[in-house]
């Protein structure tokens, strides 16, 4: 029998992201970013992927005649992504609801399979930042987590806690065999997926206050 429909859920800020931009910059865009952005913020920067590569990965998975998944996103989420499911032959596959109150969204994201974090991608070298609040909230829902993430000390920090799937985001084959995976594999998730306690008892942080004062006495 045929499993059913997988959760994915997605919570907070989810900017938007045209990869066009950054591999094929208009004469604008390539000034904007090498003087504008680099004087305010500094083009290099990690970039906010948003969830353009998961959109990709799922029109991937759709093409390739899956339909047993459904993602919900809620908060600050970027009006274009509407459009652009459309646009990728999977808008029915997408639940979009605007901010609703932390604990409101703790409950549903409790209420999902598989929660999705995608990281900012490194530019020049320069890797994403680490460890976001984002992060924690789900290690705090304790749900298995379907990580988009480039190589970083974020994702060291993802695979100790026993919760996520991690995969390269501009892979869309990877991300769409594994959305397959998971999708087929729903049932025995939580055996596949169990929290190390003991490895993010150091992110707590009277546990962090405590280790960076040992560094501080060994000086």
């Known amino acids: 029998m045929a499993s059913e429909k997988l959760i994915l859920g997605m919570a907070g800020t989810v900017p938007y992201y045209d ?3 950054y591999l094929n910059p ?3 865009q390539r000034i904007k970013m090498n003087l504008i952005d680099y004087r305010s913020l500094g083009y290099n920067q990690p970039i906010g992927q948003g ?8 029109q991937k998975y759709r093409a390739a005649g899956g339909e047993s998944v459904e993602l919900k996103m809620w908060g600050n989420i970027d009006e274009r992504y509407s ?4 646009a990728y032959d999977i808008g029915d596959m997408i639940e979009i609801e605007g901010f609703i109150e932390k604990q409101d969204s703790l409950e549903k994201l409790k209420r999902c399979d598989v929660l999705v974090l995608t990281l900012s ?3 020049n070298g320069n890797k994403p930042f680490p460890l976001p609040g984002k992060m924690f909230d789900y290690f705090h829902v304790g749900k298995p987590i379907l990580a988009l993430v480039e190589e970083s000390y974020c994702a060291e920090v993802l695979r100790g806690s026993g919760l996520a799937y991690i995969v390269d985001p501009k892979d869309q084959s990877a ?3 594994v959305i397959e995976e998971l999708q087929k594999d729903k049932e025995n998730l939580k ?5 190390n306690k003991e490895y993010l008892e150091q992110f ?3 546990q962090m206050v405590k280790n960076m004062a040992a560094v501080l006495n060994s000086l």
């Open 191 to 195: 055996n596949r997926f169990k929290i």
């Open 204 to 206: 707590e942080h009277k």
């Open 51 to 58: 969830a353009y590569f998961l959109f990709k990965g799922l």
């Open 121 to 123: 991608l490194g530019v």
């Open 26 to 28: 208009s004469l604008w």
């Open 83 to 86: 459009a652009l499911s459309k």
């Open 175 to 177: 991300v769409a065999k």
């Open 19 to 21: 990869e066009k931009i």
